[in-house]
């Protein structure tokens, strides 16, 4: 693949990602008007008293008084420009709001991503390179008890065990308030909380690669460009390194660009879980306050960053197998 | 009323972990450091709030959470004693004019805003005339019966009204009519103010810093006109929206107190066990939320007061607050709370009685079908949490006795308000706020000339003269005497005619650590602004 060649797929593939985030905008802010009740009437409700002056100056206020057209119109206008809007609930511009948040979730996923995938692939090629042994048998069993734990438990139990019984790490929050910490000594207070949440989140992903890896190591290794470089005398490491494992990792690569792009909608029950400052709560608090515009926000950056991750999943498969035409 | 407790839905499916966690953390040492707690002995009071407010300024959000949170920054002219009489806050003394009409405030002196402006007359009678009128609807109708309100002197104001109203004197605490600086909302777009979002008030502490989603932080305000006072440094309130968690930050020290909605009830009796925590169920006397079953009379068979009657004595709600609520709150006897005025003690709701409950129906010329059941009806759970899905269960199992079939709904909190908003419900369940009078927090549910398409309006539909005839007369009566005789025929009616099916004085638990004094003080408790309150 030559340089224009990949900058021309680079160029097809920004204009229909911009496409599918235009789509994803649109189709989104219909979606969330289908809830029934809108903020004003929260806001109302939640305010244990409300008249019909209120109800209408809430509305004027957030802009629903206007024809879903033109709603739509401005709040595209707004997009164009990068400007997100305003919530009215929480009196602060939607881009704020979300800045504030998505470095936590994009902390706790990005970790529980690391984790998962080096250590998913690890336990996989382990198991695969030793079938049959009391050491795959182990990794399997941990493999499809991770798989099948719902997330939550597994939260639950690692806050009894690890902060309660053991204090060893703390469970709530992201860092120690009221501290002041600055530099490493706050880098590694924010480590210590990141370590159960990542944890949590990561370990079924992890359960997944561990399995994914084993099963495609062990099918690559019975086919027949294998059997050539056995016969044609190469030594075992290189043979599992750069016949088995590469080709094996390509249902692994696929994978983990769909978990990137799932990423921030899994973090929401972690986020409750530990208490962890992130969008993943940001977007459900909005969704029960009927927040339109912060809602909205937060969809658009999480698919804005889907899509992005989509990409670099589509170029790294064509580096991994350069077989793979890129501008197909 | 309400808030927003549905924060607590997604959590509800950890519950049954809860129940693990929860019975295991008990039986440990309480090991789990609080290092921020006591740093460099410096006084930090950790606690929680449940949901997070969207704001901190009272007033201008009326939700349960900016309530207790903004009330630590912002005063009133007054604070109420648990029987609700007036005592001194923001101002330090007061007279009612032998009119009936005129109101004078003597303001204390040296009180000034966080930003270091002086607090004066002016900014009450800014806050009486401008501000509130335009962003609190509850106060609207009050505080339109205002003919004039002027500041005599720096230290005096003066308000006259335009009618008699007895409870106008119960409208001055800092949940109610909070004093908000007129010199940063005079003028401007009050709901968008950039002042919402960097609170400044008169209160003993400061806006610190607020981390959305993760805590809010409150200092110690050095120049608070009290001298010596606050004692605590500092006030955090932590966001975790997990409930297994709040309870394992209490459990384990990491916060001091619990209050409001942070524990569910039937958690109480794990907290109530410890030695190191107290549990306190008062200072709700002037919110008073009472819950109900909210009927659509306009539904048939509902529309006969007769079958509600039934309804209601098919309840045990003695078996709600003992099994459901754990013995926190009291069990309804009258559409007035026992704390707020007015209260007629001889008034009550008929007995709990299976028998004759089903016996009503068959006069009421509804009889069982060959599969028992009389009549369906939609049934909309309230949404706030696990223990209304509970009190939604026996519900349903209280009303099968008697051959009423209920149609669960479950909807999320936005749904019901808007559903019972559009009356689009035959029965659901509510709490309301009282207020201290009824003309404030009774009326409103009553009145016919309250029937509108909102929520916490008259949404059931009822509608009686005579109820109207009473709760006018007692609005307009300047004589506390005459008001108790309109509201004792106004509960004598509304409990025979039932438009509403009345169950628990609700409260809510507030669980302290024991190094944790003077929290709770008035009939507002939580809500006070925690000047006095010292941590050992």
């Known amino acids: 693949m030559d340089a224009s060649h990949f900058l021309m797929f680079l160029v097809q593939r920004l204009i229909k990602a911009l496409g599918v985030v235009i789509g994803v905008v649109i189709l989104a802010f219909f979606l969330v008007r289908l809830a029934p009740g809108d903020p004003a009437l929260v806001i109302a409700g939640q305010s244990g008293a409300a008249d019909a002056q209120f109800l209408a100056q809430l509305r004027q206020q957030f802009g629903l008084d206007k024809s879903l057209g033109t709603q739509l119109l401005i709040y595209l206008k707004g997009i164009a420009t990068l400007d997100f809007g305003y919530s009215h609930r929480v009196q602060r511009t939607v881009g704020s709001l979300i800045a504030e948040r998505l470095p936590a979730t994009i902390l706790l996923t990005a970790t529980a991503f690391i984790f998962a995938v080096s250590v998913g692939v690890t336990l996989g090629v382990l198991a695969a390179r030793r079938v049959g042994t009391w050491a795959d048998s182990l990794i399997t069993v941990i493999a499809l008890t991770c798989y099948a734990t719902p997330l939550f438990w597994v939260g639950l139990i690692f806050i009894l065990v690890f902060s309660i019984w053991l204090n060893w790490l703390p469970a709530i929050g992201m860092y120690s308030i009221g501290e ?10 924010v480590a210590q909380y990141l370590v159960l949440p990542s944890l949590t989140l990561g370990l079924f992903f992890m359960a997944l690669y561990a399995r994914l890896t084993r099963a495609s190591m ?11 470089a056995r016969a044609k005398g190469l030594k075992e490491g290189p043979i599992v390194r750069r016949h088995i494992l590469r080709n094996a990792l390509l249902p692994v690569i696929g994978f983990a660009g769909v978990q990137a792009g799932t990423i921030v909608g899994g973090s929401v029950l972690v986020e409750t879980v530990f208490a962890w400052p992130g969008v993943g709560r940001l977007a459900f608090e909005a969704l029960l306050a009927r927040d339109y515009n912060l809602l909205l926000g937060v969809f658009i950056v999480t698919s804005a960053m889907a899509v992005v991750i989509n990409l670099i999943t589509d170029v790294i498969y064509a580096l991994v197998d350069p077989r793979i035409e890129v501008g197909a | 009323m309400a808030v927003d407790q549905t924060y607590r839905r997604l959590s509800r499916r950890s519950l049954i972990k809860l129940t693990a966690a929860g019975g295991l953390a008990s039986a440990l040492p309480s090991t789990f450091l609080c290092p921020e707690a006591l740093a460099q002995g410096r006084k930090v009071l950790n606690t929680m709030i449940t949901p997070e407010p969207p704001i901190a300024v009272p007033g201008i959000n009326n939700q349960g959470p900016t309530l207790i949170v903004g009330s630590k920054l912002f005063e009133g002219l007054l604070s109420y004693s648990p029987r609700l009489g007036a005592r001194p806050a923001l101002a330090k003394s007061w007279e009612v004019g032998s009119d009936d009409l005129t109101y004078t405030f003597n303001l204390q002196t040296g009180v000034t805003w966080h930003d270091g402006k002086p607090f004066s007359a002016d900014d009450v009678v800014f806050n009486l005339t401008k501000l509130h009128p335009e962003v609190n609807p509850r ?32 409208n001055f605490d800092a949940t109610t009519l909070p004093m908000l600086p007129k010199h940063l909302y005079e003028g401007t777009d009050v709901r968008n103010n950039p002042a919402n979002q960097n609170p400044v008030g008169t209160g003993p502490f400061r806006f610190g810093e607020w981390q959305r989603g993760n805590f809010i932080r409150f200092v110690k305000f050095d120049k608070y006109w009290q001298p010596g006072k606050p004692t605590l440094d500092e006030i955090v309130y932590r966001i975790i929206p997990d409930s297994n968690l709040r309870g394992v930050a209490l459990q384990s020290g990491q916060v001091q107190m619990a209050a409001f909605n942070d524990i569910e009830a039937f958690d109480v009796p794990r907290f109530r066990g410890l030695p190191n925590l107290e549990v306190a169920i008062n200072g709700w006397e002037l919110f008073a939320p009472l819950s109900w079953i909210d009927i659509n009379n306009r539904v048939k068979p509902l529309d006969n007061p007769k079958v509600r009657r039934a309804l209601s004595m098919a309840i045990d709600r003695n078996f709600i607050l003992n099994r459901l609520w754990f013995g926190v709150g009291k069990v309804a006897t009258s559409p007035i709370c026992s704390s707020t005025k007015f209260h007629d003690a001889s008034v009550r709701l008929p007995a709990f009685s299976v028998a004759e409950a089903n016996k009503l129906l068959d006069e009421a010329g509804l009889p069982r079908k060959a599969d028992g059941t009389r009549f ?82 008259n949404t059931m539909g009822y509608s009686n003269p005579k109820v109207d005839a009473a709760f006018l007369k007692a609005r307009q009566s300047a004589k506390a005497e005459d008001r108790q005789a309109a509201f004792s025929e106004v509960q004598k009616i509304l409990v025979d005619e039932m438009p509403v099916i009345w169950l628990l004085e609700l409260a809510f638990p507030t669980i302290t650590d024991k190094r944790l004094k003077n929290v709770i003080t008035s009939a507002t408790g939580i809500h006070d602004n925690f000047a006095g309150v010292t941590l050992g």
């Open chain 1, 180 to 189: 002041d910490l600055h530099g490493l000594a706050f880098a590694w207070d």
């Open chain 1, 218 to 228: 062990l099918e690559v290794a019975t086919q027949d460009f294998v059997r050539t």
């Open chain 2, 139 to 170: 106060l609207r109708a009050t505080l339109a019966n205002i003919e004039s309100a002027v500041a005599k002197d720096p230290a005096t104001v003066v308000i006259k009204l335009k009618t008699p109203f007895e409870p106008f004197i119960l």
């Open chain 2, 376 to 457: 369906e009806l939609r049934f909309m759970t309230l949404p706030y949490g696990e223990i209304w899905n509970r009190l939604g269960e026996y519900i349903r199992q209280a009303f099968g006795q008697i051959g009423v079939k209920l149609n669960a709904e479950a909807v999320d909190a936005a749904t019901w308000a808007r559903r019972v908003g559009e009356w689009d419900y035959d029965l659901t369940v509510n709490f309301v706020y009282q207020w201290g009078d009824p003309t404030i927090g009774v009326e409103r549910t009553y009145v016919s000339s309250n029937i509108q398409k909102i929520t916490f309006t």
